[in-house]
């Protein structure tokens, strides 16, 4: 299978229009949609810099990053020169170095190039020799990549262009990878039903953390021609997407449960967990029937927690079908809807200080969200004590 034929495993791509339209949407009970990216990209291929100031966007239509200032809401630049086949490139991450002078940006095939934005020209290539991956993510430093293959997590070393570890464990695919904020740990979530989402130490290359699980159930496998069983975790979702908080403190994970009744049909429940990276124990969860969670952020200091989706039966009209749901992190009680999308949003990315949001959607956009704008989004209490320490 040719490189950009794997593309076409991951969800549908979006585009984003070189004219970007400036839009100051409102809606009765949303945060102010401040601009309106338009014609869509790879709707998970955005990404907020270190000092608040920047959104990059990857268009793969006309293979180019576009850089928006968030001061004065407006394009700052383009980042051309990605390959395309069949007039489209594969993108499938960018991410901003800690002092945002350098943008990383992953290329199906893998492929990781990083670019100098003074001079926009590329101080570093490199392909890793992988059979093909299903998630990928860049560390905060841009030194560490991590590629989620079948049956294993692997961590590679940008600089010195080599494997640096590989984790093998007994899971299948591994859905979900997301470095937290401090570059020290990376989470990950698989296939179910072994899925349960892990926290792992980067510099080691090794499991830190056990999250909270329902049960377990012995799995049977072979290793030198052995067979040996092990007692392993069961969890009863299918984890799809895994994030930490905006302050490293908590991990929250989204994905749907099956409830399969005798004789009958099975009912659909999705589920946003979030769990304590200090204690391992869950803190917070909520269970909708029939409602879709493709994304989840979490953002302390605002009391709140974002979750992204839609609903599972789009034949039904529903006036809060496809915006992203808004509730307390003290509570399960929802706060807002924010309202603009038309379709299921798939991907969430809120910046470091809380105040930006940007969310993409199978409607073709990616709609960016000020938090501040809405009163009862702003700095409330400080959250539980056990919430404020990391692992």
């Not at 570890?165 to 470095?179: G, K, M, P, Q, R």
């Not at 949003?345 to 501040?372: E, F, K």
Request: proline letters at 4%.
């Amino acid at each position: 299978m040719r490189n950009f034929r794997w593309l076409l495993l991951w969800p549908v791509m979006m585009a984003f229009s070189a004219d970007a339209a400036i839009m100051g949407e409102d809606s009765r009970d949303a945060a102010k949609t401040v601009f309106d990216l338009g014609l869509s990209g790879n709707r998970g291929c955005f990404g907020f810099s270190n000092a608040n100031d920047m959104l990059a966007v990857a268009d793969y239509r006309n293979g180019m990053v576009q850089l928006y200032d968030l001061r004065e809401l407006k394009l700052r630049g383009k980042l051309t020169g990605f390959p395309q086949e069949q007039g489209l490139t594969g993108f499938v991450a960018v991410r901003f170095s800690s002092d945002d002078t350098q943008l990383a940006v992953l290329l199906a095939g893998p492929q990781l190039r990083i670019l100098d934005l003074r001079d926009q020209k590329v101080v570093h290539e490199f392909s890793p020799h992988c059979k093909g991956f299903w998630s990928a993510a860049i560390s905060p430093d841009l030194s560490m990549l991590a590629l989620g293959e079948r049956g294993t997590l692997s961590l590679w070393d940008i600089k010195l262009n080599t494997r640096s570890h590989a984790i093998d464990e007994v899971f299948s695919y591994v859905w979900s990878l997301t470095f937290s904020h401090s570059g020290k740990y990376l989470a990950s979530t698989s296939s179910f039903p072994r899925g349960w989402p892990k926290i792992w130490s980067v510099k080691a290359g090794s499991q830190v953390m056990q999250l909270d699980g329902v049960g377990t159930y012995l799995h049977t496998y072979y290793e030198y021609g052995q067979q040996k069983s092990a007692e392993l975790l069961k969890s009863g979702v299918h984890w799809s997407s895994v994030a930490f908080s905006v302050d490293d403190t908590m991990l929250a994970a989204v994905g749907p449960r099956f409830d399969r009744q005798a004789n009958g049909p099975a009912t659909r429940y999705d589920v946003a967990t979030i769990w304590s990276v200090a204690t391992g124990k869950k803190i917070w969860e909520l269970e909708l029937p029939n409602r879709v969670f493709r994304a989840i952020a979490v953002v302390p200091a605002r009391n709140c927690v974002m979750l992204a989706g839609g609903i599972e039966n789009k034949s039904v009209g529903q006036s809060d079908a496809y915006c992203v749901k808004v509730f307390a992190l003290d509570s399960p009680r929802e706060l807002y809807n924010l309202r603009g999308h038309t379709d299921t949003v798939q991907s969430i990315q809120v910046s470091h200080d809380g105040r930006w949001m940007a969310t993409g959607s199978d409607d073709a956009t990616v709609r960016l969200w000020d938090l501040t704008e809405n009163r009862e989004l702003s700095p409330q209490a400080e959250p539980p004590s056990q919430h404020r320490e990391g692992p």
